[in-house]
């Protein structure tokens, strides 16, 4: 791929505000297909920074996004990639998946056998996106294979006759995990490894928490606003409710910041978007919101947390919970 380049005014690409001289590099053709689609996605100036300082000049690192289930980590970067025009590979990673099945395998191609790239081969050829998600899923033993390839040094393939691939200069590998690579210590996370130190060493890291209620709230609005429901003070009084339940449900989380509570479920950001479609779906249920709440979280907490969690909705909400 030798892609034309082409420069992006950052403050209208990404909907922030920025001055119009700050521009960030991306791709002039928009019709390659694994550019992610573009959804709606409230950028959060801080990640913002980091992610545009990073695929603009990672100096040699890799990239690593740390934070809890559903916080918006994969798509904060699959969003930049697609306002920028930069193809993205994605692999979601698990215990047994080995660095051969990043780098490629031979295949039955049209009546014969070829090798055909993974996707780490392709990013690292074509100057793609390399997205690593849930990485503290995979064995640290596979990942060791990638330290050299995050420093800039060509991919050799034996396997495929000794195929060396040199660097794209616009490939950059990019990791996600609900741990920053030293264990799950809350028991939370099933199947999280500790990452080896001298991989853990080639990463930037960045965190990306449970978003503020503003920007939960544009997030909300633009969920209904999709959906074709006018956004009026009810709805949006409504909408901040449900975010003051996630946030005390988040408070209240085993796993929350300070690891003391006693759910073991939490709200996710993806949560709160799947029970805003779903209270949308059901509203002429005589009580959408507490039905629409079950399917989007409680039905799989206990009976106690259950219970407990329409307590908190119930006090929130008042008399429009309706129970
Ligand atoms: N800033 C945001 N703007 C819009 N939607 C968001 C945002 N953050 C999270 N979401 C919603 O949450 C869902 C889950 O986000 P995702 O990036 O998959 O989370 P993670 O990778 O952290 O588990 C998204 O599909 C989207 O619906
Ligand atoms: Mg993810």
């Given at each position: 791929?030798?892609?034309?380049?082409?420069?992006?005014?950052?403050?209208?690409?990404?909907?922030?505000?920025?001055?119009?001289?700050?521009?960030?590099?991306?791709?002039?053709?928009?019709?390659?297909?694994?550019?992610?689609?573009?959804?709606?996605?409230?950028?959060?100036?801080?990640?913002?920074?980091?992610?545009?300082?990073?695929?603009?000049?990672?100096?040699?690192?890799?990239?690593?996004?740390?934070?809890?289930?559903?916080?918006?980590?994969?798509?904060?970067?699959?969003?930049?990639?697609?306002?920028?025009?930069?193809?993205?590979q994605?692999?979601?990673?698990?215990?047994?998946?080995?660095?051969?099945?990043?780098?490629?395998?031979?295949?039955?191609?049209?009546?014969?056998?070829?090798?055909?790239?993974?996707?780490?081969?392709?990013?690292?050829?074509?100057?793609?996106?390399?997205?690593?998600?849930?990485?503290?899923?995979?064995?640290?033993?596979?990942?060791?294979?990638?330290?050299?390839?995050?420093?800039?040094?060509?991919?050799?393939?034996?396997?495929?006759?000794?195929e060396?691939?040199?660097?794209?200069?616009?490939?950059r590998?990019?990791?996600?995990?609900?741990?920053?690579?030293?264990?799950?210590?809350?028991?939370?996370?099933?199947?999280?490894?500790?990452?080896?130190?001298?991989?853990?060493?080639?990463?930037?890291?960045m965190?990306?928490?449970?978003?503020?209620?503003?920007?939960?709230?544009?997030?909300?609005?633009?969920?209904?606003?999709?959906?074709?429901?006018?956004?009026?003070?009810?709805?949006?009084?409504?909408?901040?409710?449900?975010?003051?339940?996630?946030?005390?449900?988040?408070?209240?989380?085993v796993?929350?910041?300070?690891?003391?509570?006693?759910?073991?479920?939490?709200?996710?950001?993806?949560t709160?978007?799947?029970?805003?479609?779903?209270?949308?779906?059901?509203?002429?249920?005589?009580?959408?919101?507490?039905?629409?709440?079950?399917?989007?979280?409680?039905?799989?907490?206990?009976?106690?947390?259950?219970?407990?969690?329409?307590?908190?909705?119930?006090?929130?909400?008042?008399?429009?919970?309706?129970?």
């Open positions: 791929m030798n892609a034309q380049t082409k420069k992006f005014p950052i403050g209208q690409t990404f909907g922030i505000s920025a001055p119009a001289a700050m521009t960030v590099d991306g791709f002039e053709d928009d019709q390659h297909p694994s550019i992610p689609a573009v959804k709606d996605y409230a950028f959060r100036n801080e990640h913002l920074r980091d992610v545009l300082a990073f695929i603009a000049n990672p100096l040699g690192d890799a990239l690593y996004l740390t934070g809890p289930t559903g916080s918006g980590k994969t798509s904060l970067i699959c969003q930049v990639a697609s306002r920028l025009n930069w193809p993205v994605q692999v979601t990673c698990h215990g047994r998946l080995e660095l051969n099945d990043l780098i490629g395998q031979f295949m039955l191609v049209s009546g014969s056998m070829s090798f055909v790239h993974g996707p780490l081969a392709q990013a690292v050829r074509d100057g793609h996106l390399l997205i690593l998600n849930e990485i503290d899923l995979m064995d640290p033993s596979e990942l060791a294979g990638l330290n050299d390839i995050i420093e800039g040094q060509p991919l050799m393939i034996p396997q495929n006759g000794g060396v691939i040199k660097p794209h200069p616009k490939f590998l990019i990791a996600t995990g609900n741990s920053a690579g030293q264990g799950d210590q809350s028991g939370l996370y099933q199947g999280v490894m500790q990452q080896n130190l001298a991989f853990l060493d080639r990463f930037r890291l965190e990306v928490g449970y978003p503020d209620a503003s920007v939960e709230k544009s997030i909300l609005k633009g969920v209904l606003v999709g959906m074709g429901i006018p956004v009026d003070s009810v709805m949006e009084n409504l909408s901040e409710k449900m975010i003051q339940v996630a946030n005390e449900i988040r408070r209240l989380f796993g929350g910041a300070d690891g003391t509570g006693e759910l073991s479920v939490t709200m996710s950001t993806r709160l978007v799947r029970w805003t479609n779903l209270m949308i779906a059901y509203k002429r249920a005589p009580n959408a919101l507490a039905y629409s709440l079950d399917r989007a979280l409680t039905l799989r907490a206990e009976h106690a947390q259950r219970e407990a969690i329409h307590r908190i909705a119930k006090d929130i909400f008042g008399d429009s919970w309706g129970e």
